[in-house]
């Protein structure tokens, strides 16, 4: 049974920071893409960042330059750095992982991001 289970978000003020991790269990976890996105009031679910199998990394254009993805694969571990937060990056923030296709497979229950401005 595959488990991705988000932790480290929170209220932080604008210009503050916040790391997010993701630990996933029931996955060869270093075969998989893992993914960040979020999803505000009123709003579609985003890609914010994602990380392929082999570490490469891309991002959302508003969040280029502040946040950074990576993984550690000896903990099946993915994270999230998020510096120089704004009031817009508010949401629920979700986990993903995909091995076979681009969209995610299996999403974790997500974490929430509050930034006051």
């Known amino acids: 049974q595959v488990q991705l289970v988000e932790s480290g978000g929170g209220l932080v003020q604008a210009g503050g920071s916040l790391r997010l991790s993701c630990a996933a269990s029931?996955?060869?976890?270093?075969?998989?893409?893992m993914g960040w996105y979020r999803q505000a009031p009123g709003k579609q679910r985003e890609l914010v960042a994602r990380i392929t199998s082999g570490g490469i990394p891309n991002y959302a254009d508003s969040v280029k330059g502040r946040f950074t993805i990576s993984r550690d694969n000896a903990k099946n571990t993915v994270y999230l750095e998020m510096n120089s937060l704004k009031a817009e990056d508010t949401g629920v923030y979700y986990c993903?992982?995909?091995?076979?296709?681009?969209?995610?497979?299996?999403w974790g229950q997500g974490t929430q991001v509050t930034v006051s401005s």
């Open positions: 993903a992982r995909s091995r076979w296709s681009y969209e995610p497979e299996d």
């Open positions: 029931g996955i060869i976890f270093r075969l998989n893409a």
